[in-house]
């Protein structure tokens, strides 16, 4: 039987017959500008992927009164060595974890919930070329090395019918999780996230690089646990399942240990989706860990393609991209555990507060003074505490277990209760390597354009200036607590 790849885990059900609509990459400019010349109410959008979270766009479309969505990635979106045009994909719209029970561990006992769709929209990934013989036009073409986008002209009627079925079931699923335990602060985890096969022939290759980066890094550790070796924290290595399906294992994992992860874990390095082609290194990483690695994310990754394991001979022979990762990653966990004090740069933390408000973003001159006192104290948190820490005649053992302590935590001050779908809980993570500003200012600025109301823009304002209050007052609080230390020995 052949297996059906072309489908959106979590869409509604039903049957649809509209006229179709490009509304392009569905930003709020550009339903804007649709709803001026058209009534979209129950209708199916042409929708691109890529430039903004999936969910975030399904959302604006759901608000507008859309009823179905045909998703794809345009050619010209891709490296001008990939041709995926003829090929299907899967995407999930499952924001992580459970969808029946949400905000609660998924455990035997548990509630749960009847909930086989998340969105009112039917959603049906298709082919690029199928998208081109909808709009009658040949495929994205390049003519003097610019790409034409595909684009179904407004003037133009295209009537489809959707009908889409699914059937809900619950499965087992299985996370592996084994650890290396520390030596001086076994109470102090670094967990190493990688992933195994779930679903039937998606992202083979990618699992199977993650098992395979994964595995090698255990082998070197265990070579050196024989001799005698021990890390100063606690290593914890982390196989998830249920991945493709929304990071149902790591998120249920996360929820069953909330409370201890909370107030152990010193860092999560993901070996997720280690190789993805042979030509760049990009890695995304909290402000606080840039120096140990370099930016560059992206939203293509929301569409899975079906691979095969051979793929990755095909991608890397030699296995030598698997190596160098291996390698990289290697030595970013264990210079995390084992630095005395944690490889935490607190002053890239203001740095990226400041660097998020340049630009011409509106309404913003407000938090540049809360940005600048907050740049004050973590310059002199770096120079007063983190430097002569650093020093090894300085390292009175209580003195940097609280540094650590402060280190550890000090992004949490930029972590936002609701953040808009698809988007960061971390304020400090930007959409793209394109964009410096805070996210969700962006994002509210945008959603005002179309409202009479400001009420969302001041709402985004006021949860950015609540956070770097926040930070700041943080390592204020940090800084006093070391100071009455000092004071008391004397």
């Known amino acids: 039987q052949k297996v059906l790849y072309s489908f959106s885990i979590y869409s509604s059900k039903t049957d649809l017959k509209a006229e179709v609509i490009d509304v392009s990459y569905g930003n709020a400019d550009d339903l804007k500008r649709i709803k001026k010349m058209k009534n979209v109410t129950n209708r199916i959008a042409l929708l691109k992927l890529g430039r903004l979270p999936l969910l975030y766009k399904l959302s604006l479309l759901e608000k507008a009164g859309f009823g179905g969505v045909l998703l794809y990635i345009d050619p010209c979106d891709l490296p001008k060595t990939t041709n995926l045009s003829y090929d299907t994909f899967m995407v999930s719209l499952n924001p992580g974890g459970d ?10 006992g548990s509630f749960r919930q009847n909930r ?23 495929k994205a073409t390049t003519t003097n090395n610019a790409c034409t986008p595909l684009e179904l002209p407004n003037n133009e009627e295209r009537i489809v019918n959707m ?50 980066i994964i595995t090698a890094f255990i082998r070197a550790l265990m070579l ?13 290595f982390c196989s998830w399942g249920g991945t493709a399906f929304g990071n149902i294992g790591s998120y249920e994992w996360g929820e069953d240990f909330k409370k201890v992860l909370q107030r152990n874990v010193v860092a999560y390095v993901s070996l997720h989706s280690p190789i993805r082609g042979n030509s760049s290194l990009y890695s995304v990483a909290s402000p ?49 555990a084992n630095e005395p004090v944690l490889p935490f740069n607190a002053l890239d933390i203001a740095l990226e507060v400041q660097n998020s408000l340049k630009g011409d973003q509106p309404n913003t001159p407000q938090l540049l003074a809360p940005a600048s006192r907050l740049r004050e104290s973590t310059e002199l948190f770096q120079s007063d505490e983190m430097r002569p820490a650093n020093d090894p005649k300085e390292r009175a053992p209580i003195r940097v277990r609280m540094l650590n302590d402060i280190l550890q935590d000090m992004e949490k001050s930029f972590l936002v209760q609701h953040a808009p779908p698809g988007f ?14 805070f996210s969700i200012l962006l994002e509210a600025w945008e959603h005002c354009k179309s409202l009479a109301s400001n009420e969302t823009l001041q709402e985004a304002l006021s949860e950015v200036l609540n956070s770097i209050n926040a930070a700041q007052v943080y390592f204020k609080a940090g800084l006093d607590v070391f100071e009455s230390i000092l004071v008391g020995k004397n």
């Not at 969808?99 to 035997?108: A, E, H, L, N, V």
């Not at 960061?424 to 964009?435: A, E, P, Q, S, V």
Request: charged share 20%; no cysteine.
């Open 99 to 108: 969808p029946s029970t949400p905000g609660y561990p998924s455990i035997d």
């Open 116 to 138: 086989s769709n998340l969105t009112s929209l039917l959603v049906q990934p298709v082919s690029a070329s199928l998208i081109a013989k909808l709009i009658s036009s040949p």
């Open 163 to 212: 009908q889409i079925q699914t059937v809900t079931k619950f499965k087992t699923v299985t996370n592996v999780v084994g650890y290396l335990k520390g030596l001086t602060s076994p109470d102090r985890y670094i967990l190493v996230g990688s992933r195994h096969h779930t679903a039937y022939s998606y992202n083979g290759q990618e699992w199977a690089s993650s098992t395979a």
């Open 224 to 236: 050196r646990v024989k001799r005698g070796w021990r890390p100063d924290r606690t290593i914890v």
């Open 288 to 336: 606080s860990l840039q120096q140990l690695v370099a930016e560059g994310p992206s939203f293509l990754f929301e569409a899975l393609f079906p691979k095969h394991t051979t793929k990755i001979e095909e991608l890397d022979p030699f296995f030598n991209l698997h190596e160098t990762i291996t390698k990289l990653s290697g030595e970013v966990i264990l210079q995390i």
């Open 424 to 437: 960061y809980r971390n304020i400090l993570y930007h959409l793209d390597g394109k964009t410096s500003q």
